[in-house]
Structure formats: structure tokens, C-alpha cells
């Protein structure tokens, strides 16, 4: 069946447990397959405490529309430009240093599909204001 064929042969509709790494080295080729994933970051990719570690980091202050009612952004503008958000992807928490009011971080995040792109906007709590954090292409 080819590589990950423990995970390919998987049937949901069983719903048992079953061991996707049959030998020692084949965990490998299923974490760099995941690690593929544009949804997927590592920490070591961070360049400071307050980025999101995403494709291009960016960090520019930008204005916000909030949809009350969903509590979700539904708009941003960024360099000029409106965004409509047409789908929110993920959202997370950044919580940083809160034991030391200097440097605390605290975000909310949300990674949102708009005009083809991937854009992460974060409202940070503390200085309350919206930012974008990164842009995927």
C-alpha cells in the first residue's frame, strides 16, 4: 500500500485504536508529512515571544470589523485594501509572561480565509487592538 499505509488503511466507522507506527523509524514519516501542513507551525520558528509563528510575520496594527453576533472578525483593512473574512479557519489563545506585567502577551487569535489568502489577525487584550500577525499566500 505504500508509505502511511497503517494510517490510509484506518476505518473511522470501526472505531477501534490501532498502532499507526509499526516500527521504530515509522513514526518519522508521518510527523514531516504533518509538518507539511500550512496550519502546522514549530515553536523553534518563532522570531520573537509575540509572534504567532506563521508564513510572513507581519505585526502592522490594523482596523477590524467584529460580527457581534457570531463574535467572530468579519472584516479587516489592511494597506488600504477591505477584507471580507469568508471563513475563520482556527482560533487560539497566546497567553505569555503573565507573571511579569513588562512583558505580558495576551492575544486572541484567528487564522481567516479572505480573498484567496490565509491571514492570521490577533486582538491583543492588553493594548486593545487588532493586529495581523502573518499572511499565508
Not at 510572513?56 to 477591505?82: C, L, M, N, Q, S
Request: hydrophobic share 40%; charged share 30%.
Amino acid at each position: 500500500m505504500g508509505r502511511n499505509a497503517a494510517i490510509k488503511g484506518f476505518d473511522p466507522a470501526i472505531g477501534h485504536t490501532m498502532d499507526l507506527f509499526d516500527e521504530k523509524e515509522g513514526h518519522l514519516s508521518v510527523i514531516l508529512e504533518i509538518l507539511k501542513s500550512p496550519w502546522v507551525s514549530r515553536g523553534s520558528d518563532l522570531l520573537a515571544p509575540e509572534d504567532a509563528g506563521i508564513g510572513k510575520r507581519r505585526g502592522e496594527t490594523i482596523a477590524v470589523a467584529w460580527d457581534d453576533v457570531r463574535r467572530v472578525p468579519a472584516a479587516f483593512e489592511w494597506h488600504a485594501r477591505a477584507y471580507r473574512v469568508d471563513e475563520i479557519a482556527q482560533l487560539w489563545a497566546v497567553e505569555r509572561y503573565w507573571w511579569d506585567p513588562r512583558r505580558r502577551i495576551s492575544y486572541r487569535c484567528w487564522r481567516v480565509i479572505a480573498r484567496g489568502g490565509t491571514y492570521d489577525l490577533a486582538y491583543d487584550r492588553l493594548e486593545r487592538r487588532w493586529m495581523l500577525l502573518g499572511v499565508q499566500d
